[in-house]
């Protein structure tokens, strides 16, 4: 299969901790990247590979994976992180990629 | 600063075609594979379309193949997404994205992003 499966919505209190999840078959295969959208924006990479966080990320942001399903934890979430939150990796072949359908995280 | 400028975008007819370009600045062009990805309005992304540094890897979505051509000039630094035979379904914002590291093959890892460019399919 080559979907990706996301929570369409997710909410946190503010300064608790938060996990937003991604299943697919190719995760079994491949890691998940994850994109965090603010509204009028363009998407922002903030996980890629085992848990890697590029530059300028702020360290609350986590990745983790576990047989078909891939996480992403905010750790103390903080209003400024209320976005939405795509998931990606491969498709089966390795070639094509795929997005999950999003999750949109409210900070109450 | 790395910079993506995409430009190209407007309205067009169903089966009527059009050019994206991508004008990137503040890195190596030439050393990295690009991507476009697309998000039509008010849904999540969709990839469209990767080529890696040399043009030697291309990908496409099975929604566009046969319709769309990705490619580049090193030279110019820039990226293109040739839009033929174009449908209503097409129609969204349209991003450059470069892979995250650079490498000879698509990593699948898309840092940074453009502001993206509006394709409208529309009779």
């Known amino acids: 299969s080559s979907e990706l499966t996301q929570d369409p919505a997710v909410s946190v209190a503010l300064g608790q901790t938060v996990r937003i999840t991604c299943q697919g078959d190719?995760?079994?295969?491949?890691?998940a990247s994850w994109y965090q959208q603010k509204p009028g924006q363009a998407p922002v990479l903030v996980i890629y590979?085992?848990?890697n966080r590029p530059s300028g990320i702020p360290d609350r942001f986590s990745g983790s994976s576990s047989g078909n399903t891939a996480s992403l934890t905010i750790t103390g979430a903080q209003a400024e992180d209320e976005a939405d939150y795509y998931c990606?990796?491969?498709?089966?072949?390795?070639?094509?990629?795929?997005f999950g359908g999003g999750t949109k995280l409210t900070v109450l | 600063e790395v910079q993506l400028v995409e430009s190209g975008g407007g309205l067009v007819k169903p089966g009527g075609s059009l050019r994206l370009s991508c004008a990137a600045s503040?890195?190596?062009?030439?050393?990295?594979?690009m991507n476009w990805v697309r998000q039509a309005p008010g849904k999540g992304l969709e990839w469209v379309s990767s080529?890696?540094?040399?043009?030697?890897?291309?990908y496409y979505a099975d929604s566009v193949k046969g319709r769309f051509t990705i490619s580049r000039d090193n030279a110019k630094n820039s990226l293109y997404l040739q839009m033929n035979s174009l449908r209503a379904e097409d129609t969204a914002v349209y991003y450059c994205a470069r892979d995250h590291s650079s490498s000879w093959y698509p990593s699948n890892w898309f840092d940074p992003w453009g502001q993206g460019t509006l394709v409208t399919v529309s009779s």
């Open positions: 080529i890696s540094s040399s043009s030697s890897y291309i």
């Open positions: 990606n990796s491969r498709d089966s072949s390795g070639n094509h990629g795929v």
């Open positions: 590979g085992k848990n």
């Open positions: 503040g890195f190596t062009f030439s050393s990295y594979s």
């Open positions: 190719s995760l079994r295969s491949y890691y």
